[in-house]
């Protein structure tokens, strides 16, 4: 897994400044590391939906999906994959270890494993799309609980119909954080139509008012869905 050292730059708040040789070298120290520890946690299921009252329903399962975003993102598919992915405990622990002993390096760290656990779920979001057409389906790009007004409160139903704590031992909080830290949940839209290349909204997204991307006249990472 290829790790974006621009990525891993930006979310350490760098904006197109020159960097120095010792962040360069512990950048670079990290990424080693977290390829070294992570290993492929990852699930992700296809449901059949419906739609009903305005909510979005899983076939066979007691699972709705509420909010308006996320019924508008799925107004147009027949079915939706739910995925979870996460970079597991060991990451998290390292993370607070260096917290201890190195401030800088933990801080470094932490962002190499935010670009790593983004190029996870990037990763199992192309194995869902490959799945999609070889089925004949578009996708939408994935769509996260926090999105809009998609409650994060869904998450232990989410993990509890992927069965997340036993098979790559992925739970929430009582808060609905996902524990280990480094995880993702989202929902990819199945659809026979193309997929509109303005479906994409920022404004849909929680964190539009202080997105780094925005700032700089950029798009996130999701924009290359549809490219």
Same mark, same amino acid.
């Given at each position: ?15 197109? @400044?020159? !960097? $120095?040789? @010792? ?13 070294? &520890? /992570? ?34 993102? &799925? ?9 979870? %992915?996460? &970079?597991?405990?060991?990451? $998290? ?13 933990? +801080? ?8 790593? /656990? ?10 869902? !799309? *490959?799945?999609?057409? @070889?089925?004949?389906?578009? *996708? ?8 809009? $007004? ?7 139903? /989410? +993990? ?9 031992? +992925?739970? %929430? *909080?009582?808060?609905?954080?996902? &524990? ?7 929902? /990819? ?17 929680? +964190? ?20």
């Amino acid at each position: 897994m290829k790790l974006d050292e621009k990525e891993i730059l930006r979310y350490l708040g760098y904006n197109h @400044q020159k !960097i $120095d040789l @010792q962040t360069n070298n512990l950048i670079k120290e990290c990424i080693k590391e977290i390829k070294e &520890l /992570i290993h492929k946690h990852y699930i992700y299921q296809i449901f059949d939906i419906e739609k009903k009252y305005h909510h979005i329903h899983l076939k066979n399962t007691k699972l709705f999906l509420e909010g308006i975003d996320i019924y508008n993102h &799925l107004f147009h598919s027949e079915k939706c994959a739910i995925l979870a %992915v996460t &970079l597991g405990n060991i990451i $998290d622990k390292r993370i607070k270890y260096y917290s201890k002993i190195n401030l800088t390096k933990s +801080l470094i760290f932490d962002a190499c494993a935010t670009t790593a /656990i983004e190029a996870m779920a990037d990763n199992t979001e192309e194995e869902i !799309i *490959t799945y999609a057409k @070889q089925n004949n389906y578009h *996708t939408t790009y994935r769509y996260s609980p926090g999105y809009g $007004d998609f409650p994060l409160s869904i998450q232990p139903e /989410i +993990l509890k119909i992927l069965d997340t704590e036993r098979k790559i031992g +992925l739970t %929430v *909080t009582q808060d609905f954080l996902l &524990l280990p830290r480094k995880s993702i949940t989202a929902i /990819i839209g199945f659809q026979k139509d193309p997929v509109s290349l303005n479906s994409k909204n920022c404004k849909t997204c929680n +964190l539009y008012e202080t997105c780094t991307y925005k700032k700089e006249g950029n798009h996130c990472g999701y924009k290359k869905i549809n490219e």
